[in-house]
């Protein structure tokens, strides 16, 4: 802590307290919020919890102090958070847990509320920012003043509003909540003084900073919590994740021999895998052992999460249904095997520490029954992704909440019913399904297994679809499960071959009876458009067919361009296709092409076809 300010508290509390009384200020913008000086504290809160909502170059933030007080005395108020705060910021620094600010709307009967807080870069040569953070309730005010430390750069960051280059800035500034005249308004305060340099920070605080404060203002239910890496600090996460990025990241996805996209995947599992190798470090240091977690990987996929998690020093092994082409580029330490995995008594882990499920499809809620089932000591994570339950689609949607929410609730109570206190989080990934469960330990004691075991057979029994689990030969369920044979009748694992989910595989004639039945369809729509031609034909475009998942027309091809911005085939040359198939619909419409032979893409008639071109693309 001696680095926050100066050695001594009398010299720290007089340096605050001087910035806070005596800033001399100017206007930088004020903006018109339709909110309320409640909701201005809520929006504050955001701020102070989750900056790196606002600027995407931070990774976080940790609070390192907070207090309230109901006095005005503010040199008593100061002296005494910062002889507290040394002692607090060493256990922050130190602990594992988000601390975080609650709602500063319910702290206004207060009269000042101080806060201590270090923001990360994500760029790991950027230093932290400490800041000392003071609401001011009676003022309606809140201040930011930047703690110099003592041989250590100091860095908040110069934003350029396009680029948001970092660079070593430090000001301080004030947001204010103001009434006038029956309205509201949020400004924002400087230095009267700023250099070039301080200059574009000010210009980001203006244009980013204070519109999203009052954007936030305006709402009415605010979460001001911390969602995502709740339970791992940010600081070595994000430390962390830049090294694993820099050493298996580039590299995968230059050789990435799949056909899935190698930016969302490879760097999808370094985050994943990051999060894991910091969660074992806290267990580790939870149960004071230096033994690296061993692990199982049910339903690897690529497996690249296990080669980076055993690169790392953690023994484990990776299991799927289906080995994949980058299997082969690893090597031999990374202990990869194709195999079904059906649960059982004989699907059980008991010599490995951890259970993963990394988007494990039909085996996801099988997880914490497995890691269950294994040892007393197996723990497990699991990150949900298709909805599916013990020998099923998952299909118990919950009255207000959406299907996935939905999915999320099962799979916890999964957990719990199988003796689990079980932990939820949000992780930083390229992926819509972000949400994970953790289960490290178990709310029963060692010798009350067979009650759990008992309690998790019913659980299946009663949600399985298959009548024979119950036992046709006079077994209760539980036993039936203690045995050799599968705990679920009527699970089914994946197929080793991967269906095809186009129409690759479906006949030519079965395509062309489909296309010219939705064809006719969209023709003879009540709500047909039509276009005039400059040749003076009238040509049908036809309406809007509603289909599950979205909707289908006609492309209009009276356009110059008839592709979407975001389609593929406007980005693409197609200057070495031209001519080279033919036209369906000058073949097929009963008002033929919209555009001239000279004109369209494609060959009106075998005439029009350019031979060579078409040639030399089929070889």
């Given at each position: 802590m001696g680095d926050l300010i100066h050695d001594h508290d009398d010299d720290r509390k007089n340096f605050i307290i001087c910035c806070y009384q005596n800033f001399e200020s100017d206007l930088v913008d004020k903006l018109s919020s339709a909110g309320t000086f409640e909701s201005f504290c809520?929006?504050?809160?955001?701020?102070?919890?989750?900056?790196?909502?606002?600027?995407?170059?931070?990774?976080?933030?940790?609070?390192?102090?907070?207090?309230?007080?109901?006095?005005?005395?503010i040199d008593d108020f100061f002296k005494e958070c910062l002889s507290c705060s040394e002692k607090y910021n060493s256990d922050a620094i130190h602990g594992t847990c988000v601390e975080e600010v609650p709602p500063l709307s319910s702290s206004i009967g207060a009269t000042f509320y101080f806060v201590i807080r270090e923001i990360f870069h994500k760029q790991c040569s950027q230093f932290s920012t400490k800041e000392a953070i003071i609401m001011d309730f009676q003022n309606k005010m809140v201040n930011f003043i930047p703690l110099n430390g003592q041989g250590k750069k100091e860095t908040v960051n110069e934003y350029d509003n396009d680029t948001e280059t970092s660079k070593n800035v430090a000001i301080q500034y004030q947001i204010c909540f103001t009434e006038e005249s029956g309205k509201s308004w949020i400004a924002l305060n400087t230095p009267r003084k700023v250099d070039a340099s301080?200059?574009?920070?000010?210009?980001?605080?203006?244009?980013?900073?204070?519109?999203?404060?009052?954007?936030?203002?305006?709402?009415?239910?605010?979460?001001?919590?911390?969602?995502?890496?709740?339970?791992?600090?940010?600081?070595?996460?994000?430390?962390?994740?830049n090294t694993l990025k820099e050493k298996y990241g580039r590299k995968f996805v230059e050789i990435w021999p799949e056909k899935t996209d190698p930016q969302k995947f490879v760097y999808e599992d370094v985050a994943i895998a990051t999060y894991l190798l910091i969660t074992w470090e806290i267990q580790r240091r939870e149960q004071k052992s230096e033994k690296l977690q061993s692990f199982v990987d049910l339903g690897c996929g690529n497996g690249l999460l296990v080669h980076i998690l055993q690169s790392e020093g953690h023994p484990g092994l990776g299991l799927d249904v289906r080995k994949r082409n980058i299997w082969d580029l690893y090597g031999d330490q990374t202990k990869l095997k194709e195999e079904s995995i059906t649960p059982s008594a004989e699907s059980t882990f008991p010599e490995f520490d951890w259970l993963?499920?990394?988007?494990?499809?039909?085996?996801?809620?099988?997880?914490?029954?497995?890691?269950?089932?294994?040892?007393?000591?197996?723990?497990?994570?699991v990150l949900p992704c298709c909805h599916f339950d013990f020998d099923r689609k998952f299909s118990q949607k919950e009255a207000n909440e959406s299907n996935y929410r939905s999915y999320l609730n099962f799979v916890r109570e999964v957990g719990e019913v199988c003796g689990f206190t079980v932990q939820e989080d949000t992780l930083r990934i390229p992926s819509t399904k972000r949400v994970c469960f953790i289960g490290k330990t178990r709310n029963y004691k060692p010798e009350e297994k067979d009650l759990i075991d008992d309690k998790i057979a019913n659980y299946i029994n009663i949600r399985s679809t298959a009548s024979s689990i119950s036992g046709t030969d006079g077994n209760p369920p539980a036993k039936k499960q203690k045995t050799g044979e599968v705990w679920s009748e009527g699970f089914t694992p994946r197929p080793s071959e991967e269906k095809s989910r186009n129409c690759k595989s479906v006949d030519s004639g079965t395509v062309s009876h489909i296309v010219q039945t939705v064809f006719d369809v969209l023709l003879e729509s009540t709500e047909c458009e039509t276009r005039q031609l400059e040749d003076g034909r009238v040509w049908r475009k036809g309406g809007l067919l509603t289909v599950s998942g979205g909707a289908v027309q006609l492309r209009d091809l009276t356009l110059d361009e008839p592709y979407s911005k975001h389609s593929k085939l406007a980005k693409r040359d197609k200057s070495q296709y031209f001519k080279t198939m033919q036209c369906w619909f000058y073949s097929n419409h009963p008002d033929?092409?919209?555009?001239?032979?000279?004109?369209?893409?494609?060959?009106?008639?075998?005439?029009?076809?350019?031979?060579?071109?078409?040639?030399?693309?089929?070889?």
């Open positions: 809520d929006a504050v809160t955001i701020w102070i919890n989750k900056p790196h909502v606002v600027n995407r170059r931070l990774c976080g933030s940790k609070i390192l102090y907070q207090n309230s007080a109901t006095d005005t005395n301080e200059k574009s920070y000010v210009d980001w605080l203006r244009t980013n900073l204070l519109r999203k404060l009052v954007n936030w203002s305006s709402e009415k239910k605010l979460r001001t919590s911390i969602t995502s890496l709740r339970l791992v600090p940010v600081d070595r996460y994000n430390q962390l994740y993963i499920g990394n988007h494990s499809d039909e085996l996801t809620p099988w997880i914490p029954v497995i890691a269950a089932r294994s040892s007393y000591t197996c723990s497990y994570f033929g092409c919209p555009r001239t032979a000279q004109k369209c893409h494609f060959a009106h008639g075998e005439q029009d076809v350019r031979k060579e071109q078409s040639d030399a693309c089929t070889q």
